[in-house]
Structures are given as C-alpha cells and as structure tokens.
Nanobody
C-alpha cells in the first residue's frame, strides 16, 4: 500500500517561510508524479505544485510561482515544498499526492493517492 505522510505545517506570520515534507512508502517511486495541493475552508482543493520523480520536471500554480519550490530526495523517498513569502491567502490544509504516471497533472482528479494533510496558517 502506498502511504504518504506530510509534516512541517504550522502557524507563521505573513512574509515567513515553512518547509513541508511528504514521506512516501510502499512502492518504488521512480516513475511516479508527486504533487502538492491545498484546500481552504469552503473552497475546492487547488493545485499548488508538481514534480516528476525521475526527471525532476516541475509545474507551479500562478499564485505561488516565485515563492514556492517543490523538490525531491529520491534516496529518502521524500518530496518537499519550500514556501517563502507566505501570505494570509496561503492558509489552507496542504496535501501531498502521488500518481504512477509520466504525465504532468495539475488537477486533483488525476491523483489516486493522498496524504492526510497538514495545516498551514499564515497570520497577517
């Protein structure tokens, strides 16, 4: 079974930084796509960033470009989301997602495997 475990969320002031981690287990992830999504209260789950496990190709939502960086450590089966310049509108539960595909997917409908989520709260 694929397991994804997020960590690193918390409360931070606007302009601050956080690094989220997603530890993956249960499979060999060399051909998997890994993504970060977020969901604020009363809103739909939205795409944040994605990275191919093998090649390291990335894609970002326009709202986080230049502030967030997704990366991976293949040896640790871990994906990271470095979040800088945080804004109150970044407040949400952040989810890690995985899908065995070579495609770049920016919709949550394309991912079958999800972590439990980690809360990020940015105060103004």
């Amino acid at each position: 079974q694929v397991q994804l475990v997020e960590s690193g969320g918390g409360l931070v002031q606007a302009g601050g930084s956080l690094r989220l981690s997603c530890a993956a287990s249960g499979r060999t992830f060399s051909r998997w796509l890994m993504g970060w999504f977020r969901q604020a209260p009363g809103k739909e789950r939205e795409f944040v960033a994605t990275i191919t496990w093998l090649g390291g190709s990335t894609r970002y939502a326009d709202s986080v470009k230049g502030r967030f960086t997704i990366s991976r450590d293949n040896a640790k089966n871990t994906v990271y989301l470095q979040m800088n310049g945080l804004k109150p509108e970044d407040t949400a539960v952040y989810y890690c997602a995985a899908e065995p595909t070579f495609a770049i997917l920016t919709t949550h409908l394309g991912y079958r495997y999800w972590g439990q989520g980690t809360q990020v709260t940015v105060s103004s």
